[in-house]
């Protein structure tokens, strides 16, 4: 495989001296910063439903998108044309839509190695042909089918990716690197007296496909998504009211994602509109509590060499023992709020503005033995998997789904209970956390992040926690509501 740098040299006659005329022109109309992200992505997407393959595609987008910065002005244009006239022609698009009076000229461009690797894949997986693609959900339809006849009806999604980028910054910089991904989903619905029930698992990463053997096999996400159907079935309606929650290690850190994390990317508070603007340095959580949004895990589906801005990845501590540290920062926020760049910006693809963004956001492991955490808790839930939710950002309120939940009663795990929703607010529940297991784990690749309009792949985790209060919101009659 060539290196991404002689890839669009050979591919698209891409030279240094091109590279500094189409910076040249991006800053022709001023500005203090211009960078140009080129991108050239090969994906595979396949869908097996009622063991038929529903969709096989293969494809190729590609294009460059000209950023100019102007103090908190940003001037963006994009092209999938990667003719010289028509990259020139939106740098120039670029530089008027910020308008700024000229501040810095291009400097010369030199090469800048990405630090790390942390996605050494041998074989890429678009580089292998559909069949051995086709085998992989064809197993996991064979699994989930034969784990109960009560499973109904089978979904099998296969997506990957690879995608190489160049990103050349008027500070003088060129960084490039090659990005493989892959994830493999399953889901399941289960029948029994005219009760249907879903289950849905699977995994990935930057990964090749030998990544689903043995532990990440077909069959083993399969069986796993039929389990969580399967159990539904025999599901009790949820209790409601307020009650001790114990959130299981590995996907749960959803909720840390969505109703923390993003309170904690930088745009939301250079602008004064998160839960956490100006509260660096204060308590903002138990001193059980330490989190870190961390880009540098290998071959984990969030990690990166360099961010879309071309910085290093890094591990950045947002919570320690409580209190705030710092933000999920672009080179946007980052200039603003006079602080260092973390390697958060990201973005979905050349046409898109690059912004802060998580990477792999999880929580670390306390001392707690998760088996005491559970014995501890006379009557409260205790959630697995999360489906839906929503969150404001302003006030960090969130409300959640739990997709597969028990009751615990006199410190035991009973009863799976169905259509128990998490009510709450992000800042709030950390304080609240009264027991941290010594558990950590993170998901298994399947985490999608949106924002503005933009996806980009994410990982989360947190070990087993427990928190002293959340609201629950259930439809069980009142009696069961108070576990009596």
């Not at 870190?292 to 890094?314: H, I, K, Y």
């Not at 963004?357 to 006379?378: F, Q, W």
């Not at 009973?414 to 259509?419: H, I």
Request: one cysteine or more; charged letters at 20%.
């Amino acid at each position: 495989m060539p290196t991404t740098d002689s890839f669009f040299a050979q591919a698209y006659n891409l030279s240094p001296s091109s590279l500094e005329k189409y910076l040249a022109a991006a800053l022709s109309d001023g500005g203090d910063y211009a960078d140009l992200y080129f991108e050239h992505t090969t994906s595979t997407a396949l869908m097996l439903d009622e063991s038929l393959v529903k969709m096989a595609t293969e494809g190729i987008a590609m294009g460059c998108g000209v950023r100019v910065l102007a103090g908190e002005q940003t001037g963006y244009a994009y092209t999938d044309d990667l003719q010289p006239e028509k990259i020139l022609k939106v740098a120039r698009i670029a530089a008027r839509i910020a308008s700024g009076p000229a501040r810095i000229s291009t400097v010369g461009l030199s090469a800048a190695s990405a630090p790390h690797n942390f996605y050494q894949v041998a074989h890429v997986p678009t580089d292998q042909g559909l069949t051995d693609k086709l085998d992989l959900v064809r197993r996991a339809d064979a699994a989930a089918r034969a784990y109960d006849t009560r499973i109904h009806q089978v979904r099998v999604t296969y997506g990957d990716q690879l995608r190489h980028v160049l990103i050349a910054g008027s500070d003088g910089k060129v960084v490039t690197d090659f990005q493989p991904l892959v994830r493999l989903g399953v889901y399941t619905i289960a029948r029994q007296n005219g009760n249907f029930q879903s289950g849905s698992y699977g995994g990935g990463g930057r990964v090749s496909l030998d990544f689903f053997r043995e532990a990440n096999s077909p069959e083993g996400y399969a069986r796993e998504a039929a389990r969580q159907a399967i159990v539904q079935l025999g599901a009790r309606e949820a209790p409601a009211g307020e009650m001790e929650v114990v959130l299981a290690p590995g996907w749960p850190g959803i909720l840390l994602h969505e109703a923390v994390g993003h309170g904690l990317e930088a745009d939301f508070n250079r602008k004064g509109i998160s839960a956490f603007s100006g509260r660096l340095g204060q308590k903002v959580a138990s001193e059980l509590c330490t989190v870190v949004d961390d880009g540098t895990v290998p071959a984990r589906r969030g990690s990166l060499n360099v961010d879309d801005e071309g910085a290093p990845t890094s591990q950045t501590a947002l919570i320690e023992n409580g209190i705030l540290r710092g933000y999920i920062q672009d080179k946007l926020s980052a200039g603003v709020m006079k602080t260092s760049l973390t390697g958060n910006g990201r973005r979905e693809s050349y046409r898109h503005i690059p912004m802060p963004r998580m990477t792999n956001t999880y929580m670390l492991a306390g001392r707690d033995d998760p088996e005491e955490i559970i014995r501890s808790v006379k009557r409260g839930l205790y959630a697995v998997y999360f489906g839906g939710g929503q969150v404001d950002i302003t006030s960090g309120k969130f409300v959640f789904s739990a997709s597969e939940a028990y009751l615990i009663e006199d410190g035991k795990i009973t009863a799976p209970v169905k259509g128990a929703t998490l009510i709450g607010d992000g800042p709030t529940v950390l304080t609240r956390v009264t027991a941290v297991g010594n558990d950590l784990r993170l998901d298994p690749g399947i985490g999608t992040c949106g924002k503005d309009g933009q996806s980009v792949p994410v990982g989360v985790g947190i070990p087993t926690i427990k928190v002293s209060q959340i609201t629950v919101g259930g439809t069980a009659p009142k009696a069961a509501s108070s576990f009596s």
